[in-house]
């Protein structure tokens, strides 16, 4: 990626780009980074004529709500904290909900590039960002391509991360093992209680889908796996009808008259649509997949078709083989083994994104790294909870899943993982000495999820700082 000039025909001058009150040349993200850099002048004045001099631009909100949380400002001499929301032009409040969303009932700040609609909304105050850039802004703008902003200049260290760094690293290492435990417990416990619910199998059967859809995706997942029962899928006769159900469900069977689909693929295709049409069912609501940023790898023809596979390898009871395996495997490495069976290194569909594209070079439709995610974070939890649930906390299914959770390595890094990171470690690296299990990754999510997240990164409101 061409990191040095992120638009070669921006306008000439600034003033010319303050004369076009029609458009910004700037993407959003881009004026959240000039705000978070604070490359702007010392002191600006709102729309209303008081003058604003930011003494902290807050902590950039990387989740739903403002963009900036907990700021801090002199207006008109008096010091005001809260929430600063960014847009390049002002009738994006309107536009994006944000005057009913009650997320933002704490801004005290609209910082836009164009006043095109003037916002009353309270004690909220309007600053124009393009009347009070520094005067180096173009030298800053090629140095930065805000798709390169580094990710440590976007979460600021908690306040708690100066007692982090004073802490040895093998009581930091006790600390976070031991919050991963909880976090596997709590897991455990909170599938049992839906599995009361909605029965063992079918539960399974969704945490697994919720799982293959991965952040894009997931809730679409979980959709489809219940508007597709197991018992449906159990009660079909054929493997062809299952996939039909399935794909139909899903909205991804091609029309044939309208959209690619491979010679080789096409008598697939004809025979599940003939199953489908057979059944007489269809989809309530067409599934809207989220394909924004998705590397073909991980469309979600190829996640679907290793759904069925695993379901096909569990004999449409997950559950049921999950506990099977409780009582076979006597070791976690013969565990693991079985776990990464249902993975299927010799499915005919690695070679394809959908039915009317290829990928080279094939590969598993389940990538090692994505299948050792749901071990982590669903199979092991629910082996260990079913288990427990069935013959005690003590039983060896509970032992066995927690040795074996103990036992994995680091998984592929998310976003909150990240964030986390950067929160409580200086520096960031040090992650490389105390992070070297799954169990280590789920403490720091734990403690991440339990005071930061939970208290929106408000530090003076946290027991850890003390």
Same mark, same amino acid.
């Given at each position: 990626?061409? #990191?040095?000039?992120?638009?070669?025909?921006?306008?000439?001058?600034?003033?010319?780009?303050?004369?076009?009150?029609?458009? #910004?040349?700037?993407?959003?993200?881009?004026?959240?980074?000039?705000?978070?850099?604070?490359?702007?002048?010392?002191?600006?004045?709102?729309?209303?004529?008081?003058?604003?001099?930011?003494?902290?631009?807050?902590?950039?909100?990387?989740?739903?709500?403002?963009?900036?949380?907990?700021?801090?400002?002199?207006?008109?001499?008096?010091?005001?904290?809260?929430?600063?929301?960014?847009?390049?032009?002002?009738?994006?409040?309107?536009?994006?909900?944000?005057?009913?969303?009650?997320? $933002?009932?704490?801004?005290?700040?609209?910082?836009?590039?164009?006043?095109?609609?003037?916002?009353?909304?309270?004690?909220?105050?309007?600053?124009?960002?393009?009347? $009070?850039? %520094?005067?180096?802004?173009?030298?800053?703008?090629?140095?930065?391509?805000?798709?390169?902003?580094?990710?440590?200049?976007?979460?600021?260290?908690?306040?708690?991360?100066?007692?982090?760094?004073?802490?040895?690293?093998?009581?930091?290492?006790?600390?976070?093992?031991?919050?991963?435990?909880?976090?596997?417990?709590?897991?455990?416990?909170?599938?049992?209680?839906?599995?009361?619910?909605?029965?063992?199998?079918?539960?399974?059967?969704?945490?697994?889908?919720?799982?293959?859809?991965?952040?894009?995706?997931?809730?679409?997942?979980?959709?489809?796996?219940?508007?597709?029962?197991?018992?449906?899928?159990? #009660?079909?006769?054929?493997?062809?009808?299952?996939?039909?159900?399935?794909?139909?469900?899903?909205?991804?069977?091609?029309?044939?008259?309208?959209?690619?689909?491979?010679?080789?693929?096409? %008598?697939?295709?004809?025979?599940?649509?003939?199953?489908?049409?057979?059944?007489?069912?269809?989809?309530?609501?067409?599934?809207?997949?989220?394909?924004?940023?998705?590397?073909?790898?991980?469309?979600?023809?190829?996640?679907?078709?290793?759904?069925?596979?695993?379901?096909?390898?569990?004999?449409?009871?997950?559950?049921?083989?999950?506990?099977?395996?409780?009582?076979?495997?006597?070791?976690?490495?013969?565990?693991?083994? #079985?776990?990464?069976?249902?993975?299927?290194?010799?499915?005919?569909?690695?070679? $394809?994104?959908?039915?009317?594209?290829?990928?080279?070079?094939?590969?598993?439709?389940?990538?090692?790294?994505?299948?050792?995610?749901?071990?982590?974070?669903?199979?092991?939890?629910?082996?260990?909870?079913?288990?427990?649930?069935?013959?005690?906390?003590?039983?060896?299914?509970?032992?066995?899943?927690?040795?074996?959770?103990?036992?994995?390595?680091?998984?592929?890094?998310?976003?909150?993982?990240?964030?986390?990171?950067?929160?409580?470690?200086?520096?960031?690296?040090?992650?490389?000495?105390?992070?070297? $299990?799954?169990?280590? %990754?789920?403490?720091?999510?734990?403690?991440?999820?339990?005071?930061?997240?939970?208290?929106?990164?408000?530090?003076?409101?946290?027991?850890?700082?003390?």
């Amino acid at each position: 990626m061409d #990191c040095s000039k992120e638009n070669q025909d921006l306008p000439e001058s600034l003033t010319e780009q303050q004369g076009n009150e029609k458009s #910004c040349p700037f993407s959003e993200r881009f004026l959240q980074v000039i705000w978070n850099e604070r490359h702007l002048q010392h002191n600006m004045q709102t729309e209303n004529g008081e003058v604003v001099r930011v003494i902290s631009p807050g902590t950039w909100n990387l989740s739903a709500g403002p963009d900036f949380k907990g700021a801090t400002m002199l207006v008109g001499g008096s010091l005001v904290s809260g929430d600063v929301e960014i847009h390049r032009v002002s009738s994006d409040w309107h536009r994006h909900g944000h005057d009913s969303d009650a997320n $933002y009932g704490n801004v005290v700040l609209h910082a836009v590039w164009i006043d095109d609609v003037p916002v009353q909304n309270g004690t909220m105050q309007t600053v124009v960002l393009s009347k $009070y850039l %520094q005067s180096d802004w173009e030298h800053f703008l090629w140095e930065l391509e805000d798709a390169c902003y580094p990710y440590s200049r976007q979460v600021a260290s908690g306040e708690c991360a100066l007692r982090w760094a004073l802490t040895d690293d093998s009581c930091v290492c006790v600390l976070l093992k031991s919050a991963g435990v909880a976090r596997f417990a709590s897991k455990g416990s909170a599938m049992m209680r839906e599995a009361v619910s909605q029965g063992v199998e079918q539960t399974l059967y969704e945490m697994m889908f919720e799982s293959l859809g991965y952040k894009n995706n997931r809730i679409q997942f979980r959709t489809l796996a219940r508007n597709v029962p197991l018992e449906q899928l159990l #009660c079909l006769e054929s493997d062809e009808k299952r996939r039909a159900l399935l794909f139909g469900m899903a909205g991804l069977l091609p029309d044939m008259t309208l959209e690619e689909v491979r010679p080789e693929c096409r %008598q697939e295709v004809a025979s599940l649509w003939d199953a489908w049409w057979s059944m007489g069912l269809r989809p309530s609501k067409k599934t809207t997949w989220n394909l924004a940023g998705m590397r073909p790898y991980n469309s979600p023809f190829r996640r679907l078709m290793a759904g069925y596979e695993m379901l096909c390898a569990c004999n449409f009871t997950p559950a049921a083989w999950l506990r099977s395996l409780s009582h076979k495997c006597t070791t976690t490495k013969e565990l693991l083994t #079985c776990f990464s069976a249902l993975n299927k290194s010799d499915s005919p569909w690695r070679p $394809y994104r959908d039915f009317g594209h290829t990928i080279k070079p094939a590969a598993d439709l389940l990538g090692q790294s994505r299948l050792l995610d749901m071990v982590a974070n669903v199979l092991l939890p629910y082996l260990a909870g079913l288990s427990e649930l069935e013959a005690g906390a003590d039983s060896p299914g509970v032992e066995l899943a927690k040795k074996l959770y103990l036992e994995l390595p680091r998984l592929q890094e998310n976003r909150l993982i990240k964030e986390a990171v950067q929160r409580f470690l200086i520096p960031p690296s040090r992650e490389v000495d105390l992070v070297k $299990y799954a169990c280590q %990754q789920q403490g720091l999510l734990n403690i991440y999820s339990t005071f930061c997240l939970a208290l929106d990164n408000n530090c003076e409101l946290c027991p850890l700082k003390q």
